[in-house]
């Protein structure tokens, strides 16, 4: 998906050509396109004249922004306490052999990210993993299968 440079000044505008809105900024950009672009970062430089370095900084900083373009779905598994004890390192190393991508990364296909979390907050149905903000719970291989059908 293609951002021009005219939407960004829109959504710079939108937020009042605020610095202290730089967060919000950035994250309406990459709602729009899934990334932040280098050219959008430069017109946020530009339009709130602040140094692009800073914004780098923050765009980095944070885990919930990526500099480089992302799957159309996300998948999260879970490592945390629970999960790790019930095989959550087993279905992170299945993911990474099946999508064929490391996690953190993005498949070739810009299909699937693939990324590890410390913990989802659904210790019961452990191991487990968040795709698109949907839990699935008890994985196996199999389940893994019949999940991944449902996004191809």
Partial sequence: MLLDIA??????????????SLITILQDIQARVGF?????????????????????AIA??????????????TIQVCLGTACHV????????YLENRLHVEAG??????????DSVNCLGACAIGPMMVVNNKYH????ATRIESILKKYR
């Fill in 7 to 20: 939407e960004v000044r829109d959504i710079v505008k939108r937020h009042g050509y605020r610095e202290r």
């Fill in 105 to 114: 990364g993005t498949t070739k296909d810009l299909r699937f990210s693939l």
């Fill in 60 to 73: 980095t900083f944070y885990k919930a922004f990526s500099l480089e373009p992302r799957g159309r779905h």
């Fill in 36 to 56: 932040l672009p280098r050219k959008a970062l430069v017109e946020v430089s530009k339009s709130l004249e602040i140094p692009l370095t800073r914004i780098h």
């Fill in 137 to 140: 719970g008890r994985l196996t």
């Fill in 86 to 93: 019930r095989g959550g390192a087993r279905i992170l190393d």
